[in-house]
């Protein structure tokens, strides 16, 4: 495959750890429910600051409150966010002290109120804008700055997918990822259920013996965790809307689903919400649930996701932009405030795989700079971590 | 008759099944190569697949050069490929398991 393009680099916020991010939010991050509303407040109150409410860290099982944790930790860490307010009840599993200390080991100010010390909502809402103002100050001096490809993490994702994300968007996608890592950049490839049944192509890419186990293990979970309960995945994913896009099976969408990832070596697979320390091509093991799995995502570091759709799907994030691909024509002139990218015209053939997965590599770049995303004008700010256990 | 005209997508040379890049009516006349050419059976939507060749029942269906699933009953070349005649084989389970 011809891969020449111009070189690109973009301005980013240089953060302590050696991170580049390409926002500088001011994050409120509940550790628990409980404070759901107060940092809605806060955030409703406060320029330049966004909140994350969830609906867990309380009565979770240690593997699921683990989950959690890590989560909300890597959401903090993660280099599109300049600082961090982390509020807590004060009697949660997930305590609010630990997450603001353990996000606080990349350099960032973070800073920690728990409820039931400051007296109640009124209070700690007060404090949570005196705290918020501080921060959000702090952030508007910090400056972008010349930063490089192999800096960023590309989380490449599908959601909504017809029969063109298979054909179009997401071989398109899977040429911009093979760009960026032929750049030193890292992309991760997520959403388990949809690889079974083409497991055996990304197996046959691992970088090493291990890698190629633990394709399998993830997948093997995934599938055995339905065939456990005697029920058919076929009921959940292929959605309904994947059948009428002409979808006929989960592994007809799985084998689209996994061109995003590109053509590369895999070089290491990590766990919901975990941090890669290898670059190139990593995958990560998250449902198919596009909310979970774009949480995954940024807790993992990626600062950009590229997200292909068929059926249109509007989908963001709170601290990365979400960069929408339509698959075909139809969707791109129907939902177009939605979408922004059109890889329909591959199936017209007005343009070529490898002619919109430049074009894609280059909205990366654009959005990197600053531009903003359909998601972000519209709002979205979707936030869902993936549960593994029941509540207690 | 409708004319022979290119809207089919053809993923891997194994295939037996094409993607209708345009939504196919009933008769119409399909160009593989030059000399092979099949019709559609019955309209197949946007997107949709469509029969190359005969596929017996239980057999495989080929997309991508891979296989997506098996067939429950023979479909006919130019014959509408989707879920009421084909099933995935991954992530199935066969009811709930008792005790």
């Known amino acids: ?392 | 008759m409708s004319k022979a005209i290119k809207n089919l997508i053809l993923c891997h040379p194994k295939d037996n099944v094409a993607t209708a890049s345009s939504p196919l009516n009933t008769g119409t006349l399909l160009s593989l190569t030059e000399q092979k050419t099949i019709v559609a059976k019955e309209q197949i939507p946007f997107g949709h697949k469509i029969a190359l060749q005969k596929i017996r029942k239980g057999g495989p269906v080929i997309k991508y050069g891979e296989r997506i699933g098996r067939t429950i009953r023979e479909i006919k070349p130019g014959e509408w490929v989707h879920i009421h005649n084909v099933v995935g084989e991954r992530g199935r389970g066969k009811g709930r398991k008792k005790g």
Request: hydrophobic content about 40%.
């Open chain 1, 1 to 392: 495959m011809r891969l020449r393009i111009e070189k690109m680099n973009f301005l980013g916020y240089k953060r302590l750890d050696g991170k580049v991010g390409v926002r500088n939010h001011v994050l409120i991050i509940p550790s628990v429910a409980c404070a759901n509303e107060i940092c809605n407040a806060i955030a409703l109150k406060m320029k330049g600051t966004v909140s994350i409410p969830h609906q867990h860290g309380c009565a979770q099982l240690a593997f699921d409150a683990e989950q959690t944790a890590r989560t909300l930790i890597g959401v903090g860490k993660n280099p599109n966010v300049a600082a961090v307010l982390v509020i807590g009840l004060g009697c949660e599993v997930v305590n609010s002290s630990m997450v603001a200390s353990k996000i606080a080991e990349s350099g960032k100010p973070v800073k920690n109120l728990v409820i039931q010390e400051a007296g109640g909502s009124p209070k700690t809402i007060k404090e949570g804008i005196k705290i918020a103002k501080a921060l959000v100050s702090y952030a508007s001096k910090l400056k972008r700055e010349k930063a490089k490809p192999d800096s960023l993490i590309l989380g490449v994702e599908c959601g909504g997918s017809d029969a063109c994300s298979g054909l179009a968007a997401n071989p398109a996608l899977g040429v911009t990822s093979d760009l960026l890592i032929k750049e030193g950049g890292t992309i991760i490839l997520s959403e388990t259920t949809e690889s079974i049944g083409a497991e055996h192509i990304l197996a046959r890419r691992a970088i090493n013996k291990k890698v190629r186990e633990k394709i399998f293990e993830i997948i093997k979970r995934t599938e055995m965790r339905a065939l456990n309960l005697g029920l058919d995945i076929g009921k959940a994913n292929p959605a309904p809307g994947n059948y009428e896009g002409g979808i006929t099976t989960l592994e007809e969408k799985s084998l689209g689903c996994v061109m995003k990832g590109g053509s590369t070596k895999v070089m290491g697979v990590v766990e919901y919400s975990e941090i890669p320390t290898k670059k190139g091509l990593v995958l990560m093991d998250t449902p198919g649930h596009d909310a979970e799995s774009m949480t995954g995502l940024i807790a993992g570091g990626t600062q950009i996701i590229a997200f292909t759709t068929g059926r249109g799907n509007p989908l963001g994030s709170p601290i990365a932009p979400v960069i929408k691909i339509a698959s075909n024509s139809y969707l791109y002139s129907k939902m177009k405030d939605n979408m922004d990218i059109n890889a329909g015209e591959i199936v017209t053939g007005k343009k070529t795989i490898q002619e919109v997965g430049e074009s894609i590599y280059r909205e990366v770049f654009r959005v990197a700079n600053g531009k903003l995303t359909k998601s972000e004008i519209c709002g979205h700010r979707e936030f869902a971590i993936n549960r593994i256990g029941p509540s207690f």
